[in-house]
């Protein structure tokens, strides 16, 4: 059974940081390609950042570049998001994924982020 847990999500004030992680069971880890993706209250999911298969380059959504890293770690079967400098309108709920080149793709249930004062 496939599984994908995600943590770290909290309440922040604007200019803070906060680090996700995705815990991912399963599944051969090393094949699948990762990201990060949100959903604020009323808007579409959105790709907030991706990392392939033997990590190498990463590639991030413009609201969130320079402020956002995502890595993995083949031997914990983590993928994290280190997001610094938030501002509120990051707030949503952030779901990591994983997709093989051929296969399904798996979501985590998702870990609310909230920025406030």
């Known amino acids: 059974q496939v599984q994908l847990v995600e943590s770290g999500g909290d309440l922040v004030q604007p200019g803070g940081s906060l680090r996700l992680s995705c815990v991912v069971s399963?599944?051969?880890?090393?094949?699948?390609?990762l990201s990060w993706h949100r959903q604020a209250p009323g808007k579409e999911r959105e790709l907030v950042a991706t990392?392939?298969?033997?990590?190498?380059?990463?590639n991030y959504a413009d609201s969130v570049k320079g402020r956002f890293i995502i890595a993995r770690d083949d031997g914990k079967n983590t993928v994290s998001l280190q997001m610094n400098s938030l501002k509120p309108e990051d707030t949503a709920v952030y779901y990591c994924?994983?997709?093989?080149?051929?296969?399904?793709?798996?979501w985590g249930q998702g870990t609310q982020v909230t920025v406030s004062s």
């Open positions: 994924n994983a997709v093989s080149t051929y296969g399904p793709s798996y």
């Open positions: 990392i392939p298969r033997g990590g190498g380059s990463t």
């Open positions: 399963g599944l051969t880890f090393s094949r699948y390609a």
